[in-house]
C-alpha cells in the first residue's frame, strides 16, 4: 500500500455492495490489482489481505456500529452521498487516527446531502469529477444514447452526467433545508394512509419514470411521506407496484391520475386488486398551481420525511431541482406526492364509496 497504510476500511451502502463493487467489482480491487500484488480476500472474516501485509476490512454503512471502535490509516467509501445513516460516516472518521497521514477516499454520485456539502466546503477535501462520457469506450451505446437524450442539459443531467454538486435550485418550490429539518427517523402512528400515483404514458427506455409516494397524515394533524416506489415500469408493473405499496403500507386508498390512461388506469390497477379502494383524479389545473398548497405545507413545517436519510433521495433530489417556470419536463415524483398529499388535506373526515373519481 502507498505511503505506509496498514489499516483500511472498505464501506459502502450495504455489505453486497462491498463484496460486489469495491473487492469483486469489475473495477474492484481484484480487478485492478497486479498479478504479483493481488490480494488474498476471505469474505467470511470481511478482510483483504495483501502480500505486503496490509489488511482492509469490509463494513456496511447500514450497521454504523461495526465502525465504532476499529481504527485506520486508510479508507475507501463508496456511495457516501446514498449512506442511509449519517453515524456510519461519523464513526468511520472517529477511527480514521492511526498513522502519520491518515486519508479517505470517497467515490459517490454528487447528490447535494448535508455530508457531501460539508466534505466538499473543507479545506482539506482534494475534489475530481468524471463525466459519463469520459467512459464512453466501457458503456453500450444504446445505454448512452438513451440516456444522453433524456438527460442532457436538465439539471439532474449536469448532477448524474457531468457530475456537478448542485444545490437547489433558486425557481424551486421546495427548499432542501426545510425537508431536512423537519425530517423524522419514524412517523408516529397515522390515522390515514394514501398512495399518490402519476402514471407514464409510454414504457420505452426514454419515457416518463410512473411516480408512486406513499404519505400519511397522524392523530397529530401532520403530514408524513413514508416511501417512494415510483420507477420506470411498464402498466402492469407499475401497477404491481402501486398494489405492493398500497397492502405493505396498509394504505386506505390509491388516488390515481387518469389524465392521460382514462379509465384504463382504474382498470390496469384493478388487473392487481379487484378490492382495492381506488380514486382517480383529473387534473384541469396546472402542475404548478396543484403543488401551491402542498409546497405551502412544507413551508408551514407540516410535513415530515420518514425514515433513514437518503431513503427518500430521488423524491427530494426532483423537488429541490423543479422550476415550474422554466421546467417543462413532467415532475412524476412531485405528481405522486401533491396527489397523496391533496388526497390527505381534506377539509373533514368524510366517507368514500370504493371508487370515486373527481377533478381538481
Do not use: C
Request: charged share 25%.
Amino acid at each position: 500500500m502507498l505511503h505506509g497504510a496498514r489499516r483500511v476500511a472498505l464501506v459502502a451502502r450495504t455489505a453486497a455492495d462491498v463484496r460486489d463493487v469495491i473487492v469483486e467489482g469489475e473495477s474492484g480491487i481484484l480487478a485492478i490489482s497486479p498479478p504479483g500484488e493481488r490480494p488474498v480476500w476471505e469474505p467470511s472474516r470481511r478482510r483483504v489481505t495483501w502480500p505486503n501485509g496490509a489488511i482492509a476490512t469490509t463494513y456496511s454503512a447500514d450497521v454504523p456500529d461495526q465502525l465504532r471502535g476499529p481504527q485506520h490509516d486508510l479508507a475507501w467509501s463508496d456511495e457516501l452521498a446514498a449512506w442511509q445513516y449519517p453515524d456510519a460516516w461519523t464513526q468511520l472518521l472517529l477511527g480514521l487516527r492511526l498513522g502519520a497521514d491518515p486519508r479517505v477516499v470517497v467515490t459517490t454520485t454528487p447528490r447535494p446531502t448535508p455530508i457531501i456539502r460539508q466534505l466538499i466546503a473543507a479545506p482539506t477535501t482534494h475534489v475530481t469529477r468524471g463525466r459519463t462520457l469520459d467512459n464512453a469506450a466501457n458503456l453500450a451505446p444504446q445505454f448512452l444514447d438513451a440516456i444522453v437524450r433524456q438527460y442532457e442539459g436538465t439539471r439532474l443531467g449536469r448532477q448524474e452526467l457531468d457530475g456537478e454538486v448542485l444545490d437547489d435550485n433558486p425557481g424551486a418550490m421546495w427548499k432542501r433545508d426545510s425537508i431536512d429539518a423537519a425530517r423524522v427517523r419514524e412517523a408516529p402512528p397515522l390515522r390515514r394512509i394514501v398512495v399518490g400515483v402519476d402514471p407514464a404514458v409510454t414504457s420505452n427506455a426514454s419515457s416518463d419514470e410512473t411516480g408512486i409516494v406513499v404519505a400519511g397524515i397522524g392523530h397529530d394533524g401532520r403530514f408524513y411521506v413514508l416511501a417512494d416506489y415510483s420507477g420506470r415500469y411498464s402498466p402492469d408493473q407499475w401497477a404491481s407496484r402501486a398494489v405492493e405499496a398500497y397492502r405493505t403500507h396498509r394504505a386506505d386508498r390509491i388516488v390515481a391520475e387518469r389524465n392521460q390512461g382514462g379509465d384504463l388506469v382504474e382498470r390496469t390497477l384493478r388487473t392487481v386488486d379487484r378490492n382495492a379502494a381506488i380514486t382517480t383524479v383529473h387534473a384541469m389545473r396546472g402542475k404548478a398551481l396543484r403543488a401551491e398548497p402542498i409546497a405551502a405545507l412544507y413551508e408551514q413545517a407540516r410535513v415530515s420525511h420518514a425514515g433513514a436519510l437518503g431513503s427518500l433521495s430521488m423524491l427530494e433530489d426532483q423537488m429541490t431541482s423543479w422550476d415550474p417556470s422554466s421546467d417543462a419536463r413532467s415532475p412524476d415524483r412531485v405528481d405522486a406526492l401533491v396527489y397523496a398529499l391533496t388526497e390527505l388535506t381534506s377539509d373533514a373526515p368524510r366517507f368514500t364509496p370504493p371508487d370515486e373519481n373527481y377533478d381538481f
